[in-house]
């Protein structure tokens, strides 16, 4: 099956700083990449998500890579401000019927 | 997506008991599925509640500890028995609302958080 691994667990940036989260999957299969946010006290939601036929998705401040020779995607924050403090999970999936298999989260704070 | 409610919010259970956890969404599904997070770890899958059907459990998880209901297509209730601090989690509860109809985009509920003392 999928295996996703997720670092850092914990990063820690200044306000206005970028931050990066970086995931690595082992099935090549996999073509659908979401990503969601978890604020405290609530569930998941997801925030963006990019398909394998594409290498980029930018939605205002936050963007999504992905390398698929390599089998690594990435999420990248700018200017980032104290509302982004959350964890983050990345997920792995082939589409369709297939449910995501979840990164173990990075737990991001953002210092104003 | 899909506006998701569960109930409760939390809860301090003691051991040897059982919790039944709700969960209510806006619009007509037909897959539910329920999650546990505990701390520090991914969102695992417990099982996938088809209405009208048995729901299918992932490895480790059997039907006597955590039995599933779903009466139609907007509820699920999912039991946690004979509890032990071990179980002290986050539940999720999620359904899959892609415009493809896939299953690989899922919408989380609020959570039900669980102490076991």
């Known amino acids: 099956g999928e295996n996703v691994e997720q670092h850092p667990s914990t990063l820690s940036v200044q306000e206005g700083d970028s931050a990066v989260i970086k995931c690595t999957y082992s099935?090549?299969?996999?073509?659908?990449f979401p990503w969601y946010k978890q604020e405290l006290g609530k569930g998941p939601q997801l925030i963006i998500d990019?398909?394998?036929?594409?290498g980029e998705k930018k939605d205002q401040r936050i963007a999504v890579t992905l390398n698929k020779t390599a089998k690594h995607f990435s999420l990248h924050i700018t200017e980032t401000q104290p509302e982004d403090s959350a964890v983050y999970f990345c997920a792995a999936s082939r589409g369709g019927s297939y449910i995501p298999t979840f990164g173990r989260g990075t737990s991001l704070i953002v210092h104003p | 997506s899909a506006v998701i409610s569960q109930k409760p919010s939390r809860d301090i259970c003691q051991r040897g008991t059982s919790l039944t956890i709700q969960c209510q969404v806006d619009?007509?599904?037909?897959?539910m599925f329920w999650y546990r997070q505990q701390p520090g770890q991914s969102l695992t899958l417990i099982a996938t509640?088809?209405?009208?059907?048995?729901?299918?459990?992932e490895s480790g998880f059997v039907i006597d500890k955590f039995p599933i209901s779903r009466p139609n297509l907007t509820f699920s209730t999912l039991t946690v028995s004979n509890m032990s601090p071990e179980d002290s989690s986050i539940y999720l509860c999620s359904v899959d609302k892609s415009p493809s109809g896939g299953r690989e985009t899922q919408y989380f509920g609020p959570g039900t958080r669980l102490l076991v003392l």
């Open positions: 099935d090549s299969a996999s073509n659908y």
């Open positions: 619009s007509q599904v037909t897959m």
């Open positions: 509640a088809n209405q009208g059907s048995e729901a299918t459990y």
């Open positions: 990019i398909r394998s036929n594409v």
